[in-house]
């Protein structure tokens, strides 16, 4: 890498998880593990919702895109660190740096909607199950999931071209397995102000806006349900939410965790170990806690085996 600052020569070099040579081979058939699971779980849960008429409804159709980000969010960062580890290359270009901090955002960001509009779904159909089919008919439940893709496009694309602004001098190593935008902002040898202030700006909206909007919609469910007579029908109705609460404290848990544990530690390398909670082992969880608290979908995967073994 030669000295200076022109950008469009930039190469960056993905230090990953651990420099220790012996521990690569350990790492590769890990994340290789991880995400060969995490692809066909949100695979299976895809298929068994498009192939049953059954699951045709606002919360399956919000499930089926939900598994399909958390397939696209795990493509964008485990393939590279998996191609990285068997080249023996850590090296990603400023081309593929950007494009890989764009879709980051993108899914990351669209999660967080989607995991929005799910609890808004189960709000609905607690505390208004008279209206649920008026108010989630499938213009207005087609329409979230459109408005979530179209913020959360926005909102990648304005970091991804506060990125071009910065140009970088010769220090290009990001100790981490993917182009994280925080520490892409800290190797920057230019005016960083205005990318942190938009950075910072951003998570406030799209993180926290949502987070209240989630625990407005559960605080609404707890009072609908405490205001329901019989136990069965207590236990019902939070049953219907539990997947959801779960998938919700696992990704906003793992996330506070990262950034948590990056502040007290300091340590880079400590927060890429600490990131692959929320990048990796949330979508591969995902599709375990709404399969096995989920009696529909076990049935509809039931039926799915059944289909291919026939």
Not at 54 to 77: G, Q
Not at 155 to 168: A, C, D, I, V
């Amino acid at each position: 890498m030669k000295p200076g600052n022109d950008t469009r020569l930039s190469e960056f070099l993905l230090l990953g998880i651990s420099e220790k040579t012996e521990l690569q081979p350990i790492i590769f058939g890990l994340f290789l593990s991880m995400y060969l699971i995490t692809v066909f779980g949100n695979l299976l849960i895809i298929l068994a919702i498009t192939s049953n008429f059954h699951l045709h409804t606002p919360m399956y159709f919000f499930l089926s895109n939900l598994s399909f980000v958390d397939i696209c969010f795990t493509s964008t960062t485990i393939p590279k660190m998996l191609w990285n580890i068997q080249t023996q290359s850590k090296v990603i270009t400023y081309e593929g740096c950007i494009t890989q901090i764009y879709f980051l955002i993108l899914f990351a960001v669209l999660d967080i909607f989607l995991l929005t509009v799910m609890a808004y779904d189960r709000f609905v159909a607690i505390c208004h199950p008279l209206h649920y089919m008026v108010i989630m008919n499938p213009w207005f439940y087609r329409l979230l999931v459109l408005m979530s893709w179209i913020l959360s496009v926005l909102n990648s694309s304005l970091h991804s071209l506060m990125m071009l602004r910065l140009s970088f001098c010769t220090h290009l190593d990001i100790p981490h397995f993917f182009c994280e935008l925080n520490q892409m902002i800290q190797l920057a040898c230019s005016d960083t102000f205005l990318n942190n202030m938009v950075m910072y700006f951003a998570a406030v909206l799209v993180a926290g806006g949502p987070f209240a909007g989630i625990m407005y919609s559960y605080s609404k469910i707890v009072s609908c349900i405490r205001r329901i007579s019989s136990a069965q029908g207590k236990y019902k109705a939070f049953y219907t939410c539990a997947s959801h609460l779960s998938v919700v404290s696992l990704f906003y848990c793992t996330m506070l965790g990262v950034y948590l544990s990056s502040a007290a530690t300091h340590s880079a390398h400590s927060s890429a170990t600490a990131s692959v909670m929320y990048s990796v082992v949330t979508p591969l969880l995902n599709p375990f806690i709404y399969s096995l608290r989920n009696k529909d979908m076990k049935r509809a995967l039931k039926t799915l085996f059944v289909k291919g073994t026939v």
